[in-house]
């Protein structure tokens, strides 16, 4: 059978989203598929926003930062109607199979449309490393790229003026872009969801890092929805020998021309996705573990706690 399939991206979006759409897309007509790109996530879906891609059509797209498709977060997609909506359009365009590129978010959806028959592949498209069905999601080396870029220059200027950096970072409740942030730039302290926020011990660390360890200045990376940074700011200026400065890196980090590594790692994974709908296969999202690109089913990587980071955290402490 010649698959008829769809391509969407949701949620927020991420550098290299626009690679994966190139690789399914490409990949997909070279084995004898047609393909549909679908606009605005599940939003475009529901509504029929359905159109026919070619291989022109996503020309130079592995450079672009973004989603050409357009992207959306739709909360009413949770109600079965609404997914019912989205199975008779995909029924309407004779599409058999949907590749989905996102968050947690977009895999439920996935799942839930797979229970209703669409053969759905994902593809973790989020700069917040939070999916456990791969080391790494599409988009994350380029936001933590974005971000070191900038903890860079704020380390010029804090050094300069014996001041203390809080540089708040995304990551929705995932404090993978902080850590490794962290650990790339050489900051003092991490302050993540998995770890949480103790705000005396971190008032006791700058003391000790000024004070015993004669540290001119301090880099404080800071995992976002834990707390204020600016008031944080305020009270290490109070506590302590720095003057306290916060930055908020905000959507910056979702921006940008994808690094290679995100190129490559999207590319790779939507090549993966024709071969699984090629080969009948559906259900499952992709992902690289240990190098090697894999796949598990929805179910498992929505319910499978995500890889403790203790040994990365033990070795940022000690490097301090
Ligand atoms: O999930 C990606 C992400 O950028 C999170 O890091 C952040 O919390 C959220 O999206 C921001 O969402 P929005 O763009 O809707 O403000």
Redesign the pocket.
């Known amino acids: 059978m010649k698959h008829r399939i769809g391509i969407l991206t949701s949620?927020?979006d991420?550098p290299g989203m626009n690679a994966a759409i190139r690789a399914v897309t490409r990949s997909a007509l070279t084995r004898g598929m047609r393909v549909y790109g679908i606009r605005d996530g599940y939003k475009g879906l529901v509504n029929g926003d359905i159109f026919e891609l070619n291989r022109h059509s996503v020309s130079d797209l592995e450079v672009r930062g973004g989603t050409v498709l357009g992207s959306a977060?739709l909360e009413e997609f949770k109600l079965e109607s609404v997914q019912d909506q989205a199975v008779e359009q995909l029924k309407k365009h004779k599409i058999d199979s949907l590749v989905v590129i996102g968050?947690d978010g977009t895999y439920r959806g996935a799942a839930s449309l797979t229970a209703k028959g669409i053969n759905c592949i994902g593809l973790p498209g989020?700069?917040?490393n939070d999916i456990s069905g791969t080391d790494f999601t599409i988009g994350f080396y380029t936001a933590l790229s974005t971000i070191c870029d900038a903890v860079d220059k704020l380390r010029d200027t804090s050094s300069s003026h014996h001041r203390c950096s809080v540089v708040e970072v995304?990551?929705?409740h995932c404090g993978d872009l902080a850590l490794y942030a962290g650990i790339s730039t050489g900051a003092e302290i991490v302050i993540t969801p998995e770890r949480g926020y103790d705000e005396t011990e971190i008032l006791e660390k700058l003391k000790y890092f000024e004070v015993t360890k004669k540290k001119n200045h301090a880099i404080v990376i800071l995992s976002?929805?834990l707390t204020n940074a600016d008031i944080l700011a305020k009270k290490i200026s109070g506590a302590t020998g720095f003057a306290g400065r916060s930055t908020i890196l905000g959507?910056i980090?979702?921006g940008g021309s994808p690094v290679p590594y995100d190129r490559i790692l999207a590319t790779r994974m939507g090549d993966y996705a024709a071969e699984l709908i090629e080969n009948g296969i559906g259900g499952v999202c992709v992902g690289i573990i240990d190098n090697k690109i894999t796949h598990m089913t929805f179910e498992k990587a929505l319910t499978t706690p995500k890889k403790s980071r203790k040994n990365l955290y033990e070795m940022f402490e000690r490097l301090v």
Do not use: C, L, V
Request: no cysteine; net charge positive.
């Open positions: 949620g927020g991420s977060r968050g989020t700069i917040d995304m990551g929705n976002e929805k959507h980090q979702r």
